[in-house]
């Protein structure tokens, strides 16, 4: 049993991790990725969102009518999306990023990785395990994200977090800041995992 | 029991829906304050950055309810003009009478149509009137604070704000402080068209009326020129007129004692 939570925690981020490995969630990679700071925030929305929808969705799993099930699962999403983006509005702190991720945090609903975990897991598993299940797919999600924001920021404006790393002698690059560049980081982290993991080599 | 009947479906989604919909108007309802202090508060930091009330770091390490007594303190009345330039209505001092973005767009439209319009006009104490401008960036709205000086010619300062352009290439109306502080010290020629230009190589030609556009922001620059001249427009009767006064006044008063000196 200790082996098959371990196992539902560690897949996700790493050998069936969302983007690298089932490549969705993609959108919102290329889009939130220019500073840490909004990517760190948008990942813990995706963490907070894809776990409680996948504990909901399974705690009302033997009562779902099979023929509307879909469309629960978006009720439910989308309650748990708008719930993270009031909250984010309302928190003093909080309303600069959210109002920089503009409609991004919205569109969490549309991410893949939250509607297939629900359908492929959450419906034929018991809470916890799906609560888990979802936490860790949003965390590889989140990985991912945070990586590609940190060279993204890195190289894009020189700074880390806002604070300036990278002497003013260093030209921000606009290529890294746009939306492809993002595409190019991310396959080269593809490129990587692939290489490390013979298990993902076909 | 049978899940997949009809009547099954059809109480099990309104239940599920009905739930769902009275979380979210009960978290709605309770956050809603919390949120539209922020949105008033954010509002109240860019136009007191145009007005050069405190740096912009310093706005933004401040916390709501300080921002609040700081304007209070600051303001000196607040009022509405139409386009011919007349007052109709007062906005008062108060916080509630804070206008939102949201409240531009409409207003956008109606000057271009020539229409009612409630143009906000904020005086502060330090003799700096601050006006304000919206138009359609490349992704989304830009908007943004102009504030004068006394004259109603000169700029003292500005900011401007965005919903969704480009970081680091269009985004950089907000993000780099260069920008705006470009404004500082730039005339608006009321009655000239267009009044203000934020083109290629403006500056170049030493009009002082001229601001650089972005390089890389092509479309950003356009756009906020566009809500630069289609706003200035609007207020051109209203500070346009009280510029030339000032002008007359300034003559008035510059040229008796040298009239006695001769």
């Known amino acids: 049993m200790a082996q098959k939570l371990k196992e539902t925690i560690l897949n996700p981020i790493l050998k069936g991790n969302p983007i690298t490995v089932l490549v969705l969630g993609i959108c919102s990679a290329l889009a939130v990725t220019v500073q840490l700071k909004g990517a760190l925030v948008m990942a813990l929305s995706v963490i907070i969102v894809t776990g409680l929808s996948s504990l909901v969705c399974s705690l009302l799993r033997n009562t779902i009518p099979n023929r509307v099930r879909i469309i629960v699962q978006l009720v439910v999403v989308a309650m748990m999306v708008i719930l993270v983006d009031q909250i984010l509005k309302a928190g003093e702190g909080t309303y600069a990023i959210d109002k920089q991720l503009s409609v991004y945090i919205g569109l969490i609903i549309t991410n893949c990785i939250v509607m297939g975990r629900i359908e492929a897991f959450a419906l034929g598993n018991k809470p916890i395990p799906s609560l888990l299940d979802g936490l860790a797919n949003g965390a590889g999600y989140g990985l991912i994200l945070v990586i590609v924001a940190f060279f993204r920021e890195l190289l894009g404006s020189g700074t880390l977090f806002g604070f300036q790393v990278l002497p003013d002698s260093y030209i921000p690059n606009n290529l890294v800041i746009l939306p492809p560049f993002a595409l190019i980081l991310i396959g080269c982290i593809i490129w990587v995992h692939r290489a490390f993991d013979k298990d993902l080599q076909e | ?262």
């Open chain 2, 1 to 262: 029991m049978n899940t997949n009947s009809n009547v099954y479906t059809v109480i099990y989604t309104t239940v599920v829906v009905t739930i769902v919909a009275a979380v979210l108007a009960f978290v709605a309802s309770k956050l809603g304050p919390a949120q539209n202090a922020n949105a008033k508060a954010e509002t109240l930091r860019q136009m007191m950055s145009a007005a050069g009330i405190k740096p912009t770091d310093e706005l933004y390490a401040t916390k709501n309810a300080d921002i609040l007594q700081l304007y209070a303190d600051n303001i000196d009345e607040a009022y509405t003009i139409d386009l011919k330039g007349e007052k109709n209505g007062e906005l008062g001092t108060a916080m509630e009478n804070i206008q939102l973005v949201d409240k531009l767009k409409p207003q956008n439209k109606a000057i271009k149509a020539e229409g009612e319009v409630t143009l906000p006009v904020y005086v502060f104490k330090s003799g700096k009137v601050v006006i304000l401008i919206y138009g359609a960036g490349l992704w989304g709205p830009v908007w943004g604070y102009i504030a004068f000086e006394h004259d109603c010619h000169t700029i003292a300062g500005a900011y401007f704000d965005h919903e969704g352009e480009t970081p680091g290439l269009g985004a950089k109306i907000k993000d780099e402080p260069w920008f705006r502080e470009k404004f500082a010290g730039k005339t608006v020629e009321w009655g000239e068209d267009p009044a203000f230009r934020l083109e290629k190589n403006a500056e170049a030609t030493g009009a002082t009326n001229a601001v650089d556009a972005i390089t890389g922001a092509t479309m950003t620059s356009k756009g906020l020129n566009e809500a630069l001249n289609v706003w200035f427009k609007a207020y051109e009767n209203h500070l346009g007129l009280g510029a030339f006064f000032n002008m007359l006044e300034e003559h008035a008063i510059s040229e008796t004692p040298n009239a006695e000196e001769e």
